[in-house]
């Protein structure tokens, strides 16, 4: 193995074929300004059980993440699995925490940025309590997208909004897998850096309760949410989660390789 491959091996390792990074929130912004800095194009993933087993089940998905920027642990089951790949200093990287700490970075240095997703209600309020926060936010676009599929003409409408508005960081509410599909297929008309952050907006906005912080320390947070909200997420949990279970203790004994192929 080469000098260069073993570098970035210990940055991060193969989760049932999802390629996770071993990071933290600091290390990831810079990576994140960096990019916004150099005028590139990306997204960014926050992956978690029901991403890595959508993109188990979707090899097309899987070249989606895997094609992405930065991947970061965003769940508690992603940062354990890379401890025991080896990777002892893995932290959590969650959306929602990611979200307000680019915030405040942006607005500390200017940085104008863009929300894509949510309803106008959630919007309305991620917007309030941000502004509130971060009076020096630097909010340049929004946009509440309708729960349809968006005609050729809306989408290019969208996308001419976001180049004249200047965004330099997006971050994108649809939902996984909605929302690294959006992202990937808009990477090269979007000249920013998009990040995908889930359910961050109806948490922000407080129109969903988050789990307390003990159950997110210990893995417990899909208890919490599944709780509440038993009909939307019973798939997400009790049939994602015993299976990225099966699958991962196969990858660690070693009875199958799990890599992006």
Known sequence: MDHDMERLLDNWRYIVGIKVECSNYEKTIARILTLTGANRAAYVCAANVHMVMEAHDDPQFRSIVNASEIVTSDGMPLVWGLKMLGLREAERVYGQELTLRLCERAATVGLPVGFYGGSAEVMQRVLHNLTRSYPAL???????????????????????????????????????????????????????????????????????????????????????????????????????????????????LGVRKYNEE
């Open 138 to 252: 630097n909010l340049a676009y929004t946009y509440s997208p309708p729960f349809r599929p968006l005609t050729s003409q809306e989408d290019e409408a969208v996308v001419h909004d976001i180049v004249t508005s200047r965004v330099r960081l997006l971050f994108v509410g649809l939902g996984c897998p909605k929302q690294e599909r959006w992202m990937a297929e808009h990477k090269d008309r979007i000249p920013a850096v998009m990040v995908g952050v889930g359910a961050a907006f109806d948490f922000i906005a407080g129109t969903k309760r988050q789990a307390p912080r003990w159950m997110q320390n210990i893995g417990l947070e899909w208890l919490f949410r599944f709780a509440m909200e038993p009909r939307r997420l019973w798939k997400r949990y009790l049939y994602h989660n015993p299976r990225f279970i099966f699958h991962f203790g196969c990858q660690l």
